[in-house]
Nanobody, 125 residues
Framework: VQLQASGGGLHETGGSLRLSCSAS????????VGWFRQAPGKEREFVAG????????DYSDSAKGRFSISRDNAKNLVALEMNSLKPEDTAVYYC???????????????????WGPGTQVTVSS
């Protein structure tokens, strides 16, 4: 599976943006798709994820209430709507997919099989 994240860019504090993760090679069916981010000098951290077949979603504490993850069956993509942006949201955002991501492991990067190249999100203060 080849993943491609898009939608990053420069945004102002309080603004909104939508990231998309598309897959080529196969559908997301039976996969768990997660969004991670990595700021300079920091470890990669889980942001949000969705289990394709059940539509179950998970969010980090920093994402809850501000971000929303969803799937589009027809387009075979996962979107991350990000609202009320903060400067601390600045990072490279990655989408990842895994076929056997257990519920207790969704926040672990090593649980995922495939990663996209990432898209930069910069939030100006």
């Amino acid at each position: 599976v080849q993943l491609q994240a898009s939608g990053g860019g420069l945004h102002e504090t309080g603004g909104s943006l939508r990231l998309s993760c598309s897959a080529s090679g196969r559908t997301f069916s039976h996969y768990y798709v997660g969004w991670f981010r990595q700021a300079p000098g920091k470890e990669r951290e889980f942001v949000a994820g969705i289990r394709w077949n059940t539509d179950t979603t998970d969010y980090s504490d920093s994402a809850k209430g501000r971000f929303s993850i969803s799937r589009d069956n027809a387009k075979n993509l996962v979107a991350l709507e990000m609202n009320s942006l903060k400067p601390e949201d600045t990072a490279v955002y990655y989408c990842a997919a895994g076929k056997a991501v257990a519920a207790l492991r969704v926040m672990l990067p090593r649980a995922y099989d495939f990663w996209g190249p990432g898209t930069q999100v910069t939030v100006s203060s």
